[in-house]
């Protein structure tokens, strides 16, 4: 595989930033070697932009011949007061439901789970000692108080918002756990840029620079059109603090368990979660219905989309998205029938996850995590 083609992987969608693709490029002529990582807190209910979007850009990773890592983030997530803020659950739910999640969505998707490396964050410290809080150390040396209160925004929690001391330390450990891990391509979503960005502007402290690689967020079903006339003066004025503030209300979220598709819903719950879903007709800019189609059927799938008219039984066949799009655009299809399309590709795409957690092997660990109660 030649350098255009690993590029080509690493750039397509998902991803919606990398900075930079001059220095992958760089990279990637110089014959070094790329050490991939994401991190994630251990929360709820895995859905379709943690599993589905974060595993499609992994398995992209994997085909460039990039070393993956998933990270799972117990001392971030007991910062954040994930899973009622108790280390011991969250590192059993990391361990059991959570890792399980992850490498049956990567395999949903055409990614090989035996080819990625899974770290727990204490586990990692541990092993570290010292070392990690030199790195931290470092870090915080080489940079500033506002800049870390900025960056706040990475744990889904808006500037000005009333925190605790520890939770300043959450980006400073995000940034020495790619160092860390000895990470030289970060990987997030676009929500995680914050982050990444405070980790190039200190790599002199660690004699290499990292590149970032940014993917889209899926938005959540309950957007509305007063959100969506939000955001789109944000992207038309460039504004990207209130972008990424707006961000947070908008994305696909496990604590609104009805406007997000988990990756082990039921066929009944997809369809009512997908019926009921904003989808403004004739509206394709932040319409969560043609994003599902956009970000997750067709890059899954690879097939012409097929949208029958459910009133006259007339089918209408589009080789690609943007071809879909520009139907839409004019209105020549109905959003029911446009639903009607995105719930059955989903709940074909989304059978064998289903069938490993409600079946299978899985079926104990989405119990535990039922148990529990908790789905934040």
């Known amino acids: 595989m030649d350098i255009e083609e690993r590029i080509n992987l690493i750039a397509q969608k998902p991803t919606e930033e990398i900075l930079t ?60 007061k994930k899973l009622g803020g108790d280390l011991e659950t969250i590192r059993k739910v990391a361990k059991g439901y959570f890792a399980e999640a992850l490498k049956v969505s990567l395999k949903t998707v055409g990614g090989d789970p035996d080819e990625v490396k899974v770290v ?15 790195n931290i150390i470092k870090i ?29 330390l959450y980006v400073p450990m995000q940034v020495a756990d790619i160092y860390s891990l000895n990470v030289n391509l970060a ?20 004699g290499y620079k990292p590149i970032a690689v940014h993917h889209h967020l899926l938005l959540g079903m309950h957007i509305d059109e007063n959100i969506r006339q939000k955001l789109l003066e944000a ?3 460039n504004n990207r603090e209130l972008f990424e503030d707006s961000v947070i209300d908008i994305k696909m979220s496990k604590s609104k368990p009805e406007t997000a598709i988990f990756i082990h819903d039921t066929p009944e719950d997809i369809r009512r ?18 994003e599902l189609v956009e970000y997750v059927i067709y890059p899954i799938l690879k097939e012409p989309i097929v949208i029958e008219n459910k009133k006259t039984h007339q089918t209408m066949e589009f ?7 520009e139907a839409y655009a004019k209105k020549q299809i109905h959003p029911l029938d446009l639903k009607e399309y995105v719930a059955e590709k989903l709940i074909e795409i989304l059978e064998p996850a289903r069938k490993y957690f409600l079946e299978g092997k899985g079926n104990k660990y989405l119990e535990e995590l039922k148990n529990l109660q908790i789905t934040r």
Not at 120 to 134: A, F, Q, V
Not at 273 to 290: D, Q, S, T, V, W
Not at 319 to 325: G, I, R, W, Y
Request: hydrophobic share 40%; glycine share 8%.
């Open 319 to 325: 080789d690609n998205v943007e071809q879909l799009k």
């Open 140 to 168: 915080s040396m080489n940079t500033t108080l506002n800049r870390i209160k900025k960056g706040i925004t990475i744990m889904g929690r808006k500037q000005g918002e009333s925190i605790s001391f520890a939770q300043l």
């Open 21 to 80: 693709i001059d220095r992958l490029k760089q990279y990637l002529e110089q014959g070094i070697d790329l050490n991939h990582y994401i991190g994630f807190e251990i929360s709820g209910f895995v859905h379709l932009g943690t599993g589905i979007i974060s595993m499609l850009k992994v398995r992209d990773f994997q085909k460039a011949k990039v070393k993956t890592t998933l990270f799972l983030a117990d001392y971030h997530s007991w910062i954040n």
């Open 235 to 237: 992207k038309k004025t």
């Open 273 to 290: 979660k997908i019926r009921k879903a904003y989808c403004p007709i004739g509206e394709i800019e932040l319409n969560p219905i043609i």
């Open 187 to 206: 990987h997030g979503g676009i929500d995680q840029r914050k982050a990444h960005v405070i980790a190039i502007e200190v790599s002199d402290a660690f």
């Open 120 to 134: 727990l964050g204490s586990e990692l410290y541990e092993k570290l000692g010292i070392e990690y809080l030199e």
